[in-house]
Nanobody, 128 residues
Framework: QLQLVESGGGLVQPGGSLRLSCEASGFSLDYYAIGWFRQAPVKEREGVSCIRTSSTYYADSVKGRFTISRDSAKNTVYLQMNSLNPEDTAVYYC???????????????????????WGKGTLVTVSS
């Protein structure tokens, strides 16, 4: 079965950190651009960070606080989130698109276009 599964969400206090994981099964992430997206209540889905081979993209709102990385041996992409604030509260999704189709930036800035796979999401809540 071809799927992406996110994990690592939860409740964290402002200023805290979380690491999200996106594990693929049934296909190799080495041939895909991977992105992290989030959607808060009554807001549109937005691209947070994307990675294609060694190229990365970060939304301005998370630059300097979030880091995307990949572990080919584990077929997993991670999103390390530091200095979290309440505005980061959202459901976080990962998605994959074959790397020939999109750059990392293009993938992140057009989250509603042409992804090959989506995960079901993991909830991140930043609150005191």
């Amino acid at each position: 079965q071809l799927q992406l599964v996110e994990s690592g969400g939860g409740l964290v206090q402002p200023g805290g950190s979380l690491r999200l994981s996106c594990e693929a099964s049934g296909f190799s992430l080495d041939y895909y651009a991977i992105g992290w997206f989030r959607q808060a209540p009554v807001k549109e889905r937005e691209g947070v960070s994307c990675i294609r081979t060694s190229s990365t993209y970060y939304a301005d709102s998370v630059k300097g606080r979030f880091t995307i990385s990949r572990d080919s041996a584990k077929n997993t992409v991670y999103l390390q989130m530091n200095s979290l604030n309440p505005e980061d509260t959202a459901v976080y999704y990962c998605a994959a698109v074959h790397f020939v189709k999109r750059t990392a930036q293009a993938m992140c800035v057009t989250p509603d276009y042409g992804m090959d796979y989506w995960g079901k999401g993991t909830l991140v809540t930043v609150s005191s």
